[in-house]
């Protein structure tokens, strides 16, 4: 277990089906994400904003997954949702299936060794956007340090997701939880996420690398290309 690869996948949109150009046959999207997945040879995948209602699971033999999500019901808004994409081999080393917590938050445990008892706690988050109330980040953060606070101390905590932030570049201010390669300004979004990391001492890994700067950010300004 020590090559487990994980990834979180900002924006994934799981309606049941699409549709090919060449065949016109539907095509769910799940088998088209699970192909991807595939390719990279991704163990555990995080995915945001599934638009699959309510909780469930299906099964991509073909595609060698098992998708779980959480989201809210067919009658109520669905603007988040969340939900992981496990290898199928690895579903029955699951301590349980994957709990949703609610349409922003899921969690599941994994067992890395059977000898030692050793497991991993994984995170699947939607943070709420800028354009959110107040209100319903602090609640946002509210459940996550819920969730942080019930790991036990030891497991391996992985959290992933898109937290709509931009954590900036200091370095400095934030010693142990940005690296040397973050981008822009820091935003109110990220005080909260920051707040966050260093309260239960975690890093931003993606601020660890040297990466071109199209691969550091997953969105920009419409008008001003920032």
Same mark, same amino acid.
């Given at each position: !277990?020590? $090559?487990?690869?994980?990834?979180?996948?900002?924006?994934?949109?799981? $309606?049941? *089906?699409?549709?090919?150009?060449?065949?016109?046959?539907?095509?769910?999207?799940?088998?088209? =994400?699970?192909?991807?997945?595939?390719?990279?040879?991704?163990?555990?995948?995080?995915?945001?904003?599934?638009?699959?209602?309510?909780?469930?699971?299906?099964?991509?033999?073909?595609?060698?997954?098992? #998708? #779980? /999500?959480?989201?809210?019901?067919?009658?109520?808004?669905?603007?988040?949702? =969340?939900?992981?994409?496990?290898?199928?081999?690895?579903?029955?080393?699951?301590?349980?299936?994957?709990?949703? =917590?609610?349409?922003?938050?899921?969690?599941?445990? %994994?067992? %890395?060794?059977?000898?030692?008892? *050793? #497991?991993?706690?994984?995170?699947?988050?939607?943070?709420?956007? !800028?354009? +959110?109330?107040?209100?319903?980040?602090?609640?946002?953060?509210?459940?996550?340090?819920?969730?942080?606070?019930?790991?036990?101390?030891?497991?391996?905590?992985?959290?992933?997701? $898109?937290? +709509?932030?931009?954590?900036?570049?200091?370095?400095?201010? /934030?010693?142990?939880?940005?690296?040397?390669?973050?981008?822009?300004?820091?935003?109110?979004?990220?005080?909260?996420?920051?707040?966050?990391?260093?309260?239960?001492?975690?890093?931003?890994?993606?601020?660890? #690398?040297?990466?071109?700067?199209? +691969?550091?950010?997953? /969105?920009?300004?419409?008008?001003?290309?920032?």
């Amino acid at each position: !277990m020590d $090559d487990l690869k994980l990834v979180a996948k900002p924006r994934t949109i799981l $309606d049941p *089906t699409s549709t090919t150009t060449k065949t016109r046959r539907p095509k769910r999207r799940t088998a088209l =994400v699970a192909r991807e997945l595939g390719w990279y040879g991704v163990d555990i995948a995080a995915l945001s904003e599934s638009r699959l209602p309510g909780t469930g699971q299906l099964i991509e033999s073909g595609g060698g997954y098992t #998708f #779980f /999500w959480s989201r809210r019901s067919n009658e109520e808004c669905r603007k988040a949702g =969340v939900g992981f994409a496990i290898k199928n081999h690895l579903v029955g080393k699951l301590d349980s299936i994957p709990e949703g =917590v609610n349409d922003h938050l899921m969690t599941l445990k %994994l067992q %890395l060794q059977l000898s030692k008892k *050793t #497991f991993a706690t994984i995170i699947s988050a939607f943070a709420p956007t !800028m354009t +959110n109330p107040e209100e319903t980040k602090d609640k946002f953060y509210e459940d996550l340090e819920a969730i942080l606070s019930s790991v036990p101390q030891t497991d391996k905590l992985l959290l992933l997701g $898109d937290f +709509n932030a931009r954590v900036g570049k200091d370095h400095q201010a /934030w010693s142990g939880i940005i690296g040397h390669h973050g981008i822009g300004k820091c935003n109110s979004n990220a005080l909260l996420l920051l707040r966050t990391c260093a309260t239960y001492g975690l890093t931003l890994t993606n601020t660890m #690398f040297r990466l071109p700067t199209r +691969n550091k950010t997953s /969105w920009r300004y419409p008008r001003s290309k920032h």
